[in-house]
């Protein structure tokens, strides 16, 4: 019998379950509405794809390209920074492209952790932050993102993450080497603000730590909330990484185009470990990925605008029924608890459960951590019509509210 280390301790991955109810629901004639994989479904900026199309028909762009990003996509993205963040970034030495940050994401852990390490991951979180250090050999400390209370507040629950990190920090030995953050959170959708990052930043710096934070929903923000990146903080770049992807802001999910950037540092040892495991994203992307930053800079606010109303059907929606949600702040999702009266199912049962009886996918909320369990998430990605049947299916299904 072959073992598999590096994948033994994985648990079974539980969005499978609601996939395979979802199709075969779908083959037995049953008009299923997906809420539930973040796979965004509004097209990239057209004029990256007539770029894509165009540069695709030059046979120079079908060698190796660079794994580092070729020189100009690096100088649209450190020019994003500076017209979006007003922040100033190196493009040689602060800056390196990923195939998408999940990518980018898990070969970083692979440099700044290994056995006997350990890092601080908020819990619930996307799975990947959690499985990215383990795959490292590293030992993954979570780190409950609120109280276990729904805040009034959008903003409150950071106030309880910061003195659970103060906490996990404390207790742990030997000291976390990474801290690693998400804001705006999926899938919670938990938000922070600026002052808040500064708090971290500074006790990074007195630790000697590692921040890494994962900015996936940069431009995904509602109500006047404006998302902070880390490096607007005096100092983050002595102690922090960003990767900032084009997949949500742009709608550019398949492309598979992402950078890390801050800590100079970092983004070496990370190029350096890239060379030697692949040439980078097809070149023809990066041509065209360059184009969107450049040449449709307001293509995130058309997106954002989109997602906004798609939030205040399904959020307005699900209040009438009385399923109480708050309204999130920020990403594309919404992080539902279970209605009291079906609590007790437990969030894999009962997302089963409205697969089945009102033909509606959302996702498991124990799918990112046992720290997920009471809720499953909405993801935002049907349009408002398609979003409106969900909610005349739940209130159908759900006569517990009524």
């Known amino acids: 019998m072959m073992e598999f280390r590096r994948i033994k301790g994985l648990p079974p991955y539980v969005f499978a379950d609601i996939e395979a109810l979802k199709l075969a629901a779908r083959r037995a004639g049953r008009d299923v509405i997906d809420l539930g994989f973040g796979n965004p479904d509004l097209p990239s900026p057209p004029v990256a794809v007539e770029k894509l199309v165009e540069a695709a028909r030059?046979?120079?762009n079908?060698?190796?390209s660079a794994s580092r990003g070729i020189p100009k996509l690096r100088q649209a993205i450190a020019a994003l920074y500076r017209r979006r963040f007003g922040v100033e970034l190196d493009l040689d030495t602060e800056v390196v492209t990923t195939i998408g940050a999940k990518e980018g994401l898990s070969h970083l852990m692979w440099v700044l952790l290994g056995p006997g390490d350990s890092a601080l991951v908020p819990s619930?979180?996307?799975p990947i932050h959690i499985y990215a250090p383990l795959f490292a050999g590293a030992e993954v400390r979570q780190v409950r993102l609120g109280d276990g209370r729904e805040p009034a507040d959008p903003l409150s629950a950071s106030e309880a993450f910061f003195g659970n990190l103060m906490e996990s920090w404390e207790s742990a030995w030997p000291k976390p080497k990474v801290i690693v953050i998400s804001f705006?959170?999926?899938p919670t959708t938990a938000c922070v603000d600026l002052e808040w990052m500064k708090r971290l930043v500074a006790f990074a710096h007195e630790h000697e730590t590692v921040l890494v934070h994962d900015f996936a929903y940069a431009d995904i923000s509602f109500d006047g909330y404006d998302p902070p990146s880390i490096l607007q903080v005096p100092g983050?770049?002595?102690v922090a990484v960003e990767l900032y992807t084009l997949t949500k802001s742009f709608s550019m999910a398949g492309w598979r185009v992402g950078f890390m950037v801050g800590n100079s540092q970092v983004v070496?040892?990370?190029t350096k470990l890239k060379s030697y495991l692949d040439y980078g994203t097809f070149q023809p992307i990066q041509i065209a990925a360059i184009v969107a930053m450049n040449e449709a800079p307001e293509y995130p606010r058309e997106i954002n605008a989109?997602?906004?109303g798609r939030r205040d059907a399904l959020c307005d929606g699900l209040n009438r029924i009385g399923w109480s949600v708050a309204p999130p702040l920020g990403t594309m999702f919404v992080w539902a608890p279970i209605p009291e009266p079906y609590k007790e199912m437990g969030s894999l049962e009962f997302a089963s459960y409205l697969v089945s009886e009102a033909e509606v996918a959302t996702s498991p909320g124990v799918g990112f951590g046992p720290g997920g369990d009471g809720h499953v998430?909405?993801?935002l990605i049907e349009n408002e019509q398609r979003i409106g049947q969900a909610v005349r299916n739940l209130r159908r299904t759900l006569t517990k509210l009524q």
């Open 268 to 270: 070496a040892a990370l």
């Open 236 to 238: 983050a770049k002595d």
């Open 124 to 126: 619930p979180s996307y």
């Open 184 to 186: 705006p959170h999926n």
């Open 62 to 64: 079908h060698r190796y």
């Open 306 to 308: 989109v997602y906004r």
């Open 377 to 379: 998430r909405f993801a």
């Open 58 to 60: 030059n046979p120079r």
